[in-house]
């Protein structure tokens, strides 16, 4: 089993900026892909960056040039920098990780973190 706790959240002014961490701890052979989601009320769950192992990244369109993904593979930890906030971006953010365990892949999501943008 795998554990996956997040923090960082909060409440930030409109423009302003905020840091987003997810440790992974347990059975973890390695760790294809970190990624972060996210759910605004009334809203489905979105992908708001991705990153594989090799480095490959993946964000919505919707955070480009704000936001960047970063991983600490010694650490199995993601890292979510988000700049320039906007009241959008208000929303629940749930980290993901595709895991390998030795024997096939699963999916975790952590715990969510609230984070409120102000206008």
């Known amino acids: 089993q795998v554990q996956l706790v997040e923090s960082g959240g909060g409440l930030v002014q409109a423009g302003g900026s905020l840091r987003l961490s997810c440790a992974a701890s347990g059975r973890i052979f390695s760790i294809n892909v970190m990624g972060w989601y996210r759910q605004a009320p009334g809203k489905q769950r979105e992908l708001v960056a991705a990153?594989?192992?090799?480095?490959?990244?993946n964000y919505a369109d919707s955070v480009k040039g704000r936001f960047t993904i970063a991983r600490d593979n010694a650490k199995n930890t993601v890292y979510l920098q988000m700049n320039s906030l906007k009241p959008e971006d208000t929303a629940v953010y749930y980290c993901?990780?595709?895991?390998?365990?030795?024997?096939?892949?699963?999916?975790?999501w952590g715990q969510g973190t609230q984070v409120t943008v102000s206008s």
């Open positions: 990153m594989t192992t090799g480095g490959s990244t």
């Open positions: 993901n990780y595709n895991v390998y365990d030795g024997s096939r892949v699963n999916v975790y």
